[in-house]
């Protein structure tokens, strides 16, 4: 079933989305440049030029940045371009994050963990930082992070605690900046079926043993769903554009789970 599609939902909004090369990011921004905004697509892959180029051949109004948002100063200076190019930002839509290994959490690395929290966390954390004091000095502004359910699951415990991070930020700024006419949610989506990623997030399970322990996850994703199933990319993307919207404005630090039923 295609998506439902709301024109002019985003009409004269700025709307910057993180991890938008591929994805949930991928589609959020094509979903929220179908419904009017204009959309600021950030990703470290240079095929976020390509994506805002297809999109503006669409007639969507598009810019693309290429940043390491693993930095502050990445997301600083992407914050920065945008507000450059089109003068403010109305929304963000922190998207970047996702497991890069499958483990039991006696099998990692100590620099596996650290790598798994600076891919799942200090994104959210380092953008909200950059894109606050123009929100505040505008007295407006949205703020959307994308979570994840699997705060509460198998083999992903470092993954899981940045995550745990995300769901923090996301209570705790919204108490902070709503005198300022700012929101923070969030959503929390569960397992989502979507293509091959053109650049992977990390190595692929090589040995069975790997293999099992992705299984794993994959069986627990499934069984924790009420629905038996993962979700789609549009599923996804509807949750985090509805609470982008005007059409959410009283849902304030609020984390929404979308995983069929499975809560976290």
Known sequence: MS??????????????????????????????????????????????????????????????????????????????????????????INNVGGTIWAKPYEHYTPEQIQAEVQRSLFPTLWTCRAVLPQMIEQSSGTIVNVSSVATRGVNRVPYASAKGGVNAITASLALEVAQHG????????GGTEAPVRRVARGPAAQTEQEQRWYQQIVDQTVDSSLLKRYGTLDEQAAAIVFLASDEASYIVGSVLPVAGGDQG
Not at 9 to 37: K, M, N, P, S, Y
Not at 53 to 64: I, K, P, V, W
Not at 85 to 91: A, F, N, T
Not at 182 to 189: D, E, L, Q, S, Y
């Open 182 to 189: 700012i929101r923070v949610v969030a959503t929390a989506p």
């Open 3 to 92: 998506p439902r599609v709301f024109p002019g939902r985003f009409d004269d909004r700025i709307v910057v989305v993180t991890g938008a090369a591929q994805g949930i990011g991928l589609t959020v921004a094509t979903r929220v440049a179908a419904e009017g905004g204009t959309v600021v697509l950030v990703d470290r892959s240079d095929i976020v030029h390509e994506v805002a180029q297809n999109l503006r051949e669409t007639g969507a109004s598009a810019h693309s940045v290429t940043a390491d948002l693993e930095a502050f100063a990445g997301a600083q200076a992407s914050m920065d371009e945008a507000t450059t190019q089109y003068g403010r930002i109305d929304v963000l």
